[in-house]
């Protein structure tokens, strides 16, 4: 399967315990997205890489939340001191820089915390 | 800030009725506007790319519009297997990420 892959499926955690998110993208896809969605919602845009480089990162975003992408192929969403509103899909996608709207989404990461 | 608004919230359609879904936007430039099939428990599924008005697409039953304020999926004749939630995303000049919108809930009925 050379699409992109995210780990784990699931995760449940109780409040306060830092929680780890894994992405592997497409290998050619230079360009990679953190989307977090709640129920009934659209992706809602965390953070972006451009290989290694963290090129962009929502306002929203917590300084609980960090993300890397080391030597521009898998990334980690790290969510330090969790609350139950982190509880979310957490969605990695990856794209060409050439054709920056047609993402490939993972399955996504769903987190519970109770 | 850009901005996207979809509707209806939900749709029940049956077989072979066909309608068509709305993505109203405000953008300052628009670089592009996309939409998006969701699965339950899935990622987004990439559809469609428009970047300027009177442009269309089409694949099979859905045919996507795009004027200076909307965009449009149109849906005919749909199957129970088009049951899934749509989304609309864009892309203004200056950001590299899309913004979404809520999506609309497609429930066909056989």
């Known amino acids: 399967d050379t699409g992109v892959s995210q780990d784990p499926r699931h995760k449940i955690t109780k409040r306060g315990q830092n ?4 992405c592997d993208p497409i290998s050619e896809h230079n360009r990679l997205y953190w989307y977090r969605q709640t129920l009934g919602q659209g992706p809602e845009f965390l953070t972006y890489f451009q290989n290694e480089a963290q090129l962009e990162k929502s306002r929203l975003l917590s ?7 080391p030597k521009g192929s898998f990334s980690t969403l790290e969510i330090q001191r ?3 509103g982190d509880s979310a899909m957490y969605l990695c996608a990856s794209s060409l820089e050439t054709n920056t709207g047609e993402l490939f ?5 769903r987190l519970t915390v109770l | 800030e850009d901005q996207v608004t979809q509707s209806p919230e939900a749709l029940r359609l049956q077989e072979g009725e066909s ?3 709305n993505c109203s936007y405000t953008v300052s430039g628009l670089r592009g506007l996309f939409w998006y099939r969701q699965d339950p428990g899935k990622g987004p599924e990439f559809l469609f790319t428009l970047y300027s008005a009177g442009e269309e697409k089409e694949k099979e039953r859905l045919k996507a519009t795009l004027t200076k304020k ?4 149109h849906i005919t004749a749909p199957k129970p297997e088009d049951s899934a939630t749509y989304l609309c995303a864009l892309a203004g000049t200056g950001r590299r990420a899309l913004t979404f919108g809520s999506g609309t809930r497609l429930q066909v009925q056989p």
């Open chain 1, 19 to 22: 929680v780890t998110f894994r």
């Open chain 2, 70 to 73: 909307e965009s449009f999926l």
């Open chain 1, 105 to 109: 989404f993972g399955e996504g990461s």
């Open chain 2, 19 to 21: 309608s068509s879904l």
């Open chain 1, 82 to 84: 969790t609350e139950q």
């Open chain 1, 63 to 69: 300084d609980r939340f960090s993300a890397e992408r």
